[in-house]
Nanobody
Framework: QLQLVESGGGLVQPGGSLRLSCAAS????????VGWFRRVPGKARERVAC????????HYADVVEGRATISRDDAKNTFDMQVNSLKPEATADYLC????????????????WGKGALVTVSS
């Protein structure tokens, strides 16, 4: 059973950058496609970024396209996401997720989830 734990949340100034990390345990991360999602109370969960299990095909949501980078280090069983030029509307609980299918992230059907890391974009 794969377990995921996020780190790196906190307060970020508008225009600043965010770097989140997700540590996996219980199974080799190399077997999984990974992704980042975000959740705001009262709104549907939103996909932010996906990366296939080979780390060769990233996908980004339109809201972060050009400002985000998702990466993975299978030797360390971790994956990260950096987002630049943050806006206050990016304030959310950010969740990392994984699934053995490369398609699960694009259909929001990931099997394994972290508990979330709160990011607040405010001055």
């Amino acid at each position: 059973q794969l377990q995921l734990v996020e780190s790196g949340g906190g307060l970020v100034q508008p225009g600043g950058s965010l770097r989140l990390s997700c540590a996996a345990s219980g199974d080799p991360l190399a077997l999984y496609a990974v992704g980042w999602f975000r959740r705001v109370p009262g709104k549907a969960r939103e996909r932010v970024a996906c990366l296939n299990n080979y780390g060769t095909v990233p996908h980004y949501a339109d809201v972060v396209e050009g400002r985000a980078t998702i990466s993975r280090d299978d030797a360390k069983n971790t994956f990260d996401m950096q987002v630049n030029s943050l806006k206050p509307e990016a304030t959310a609980d950010y969740l990392c997720a994984a699934d053995k299918s490369d398609f699960a992230c694009l259909t929001d059907e990931m099997d394994y989830w972290g508990k979330g890391a709160l990011v607040t974009v405010s001055s």
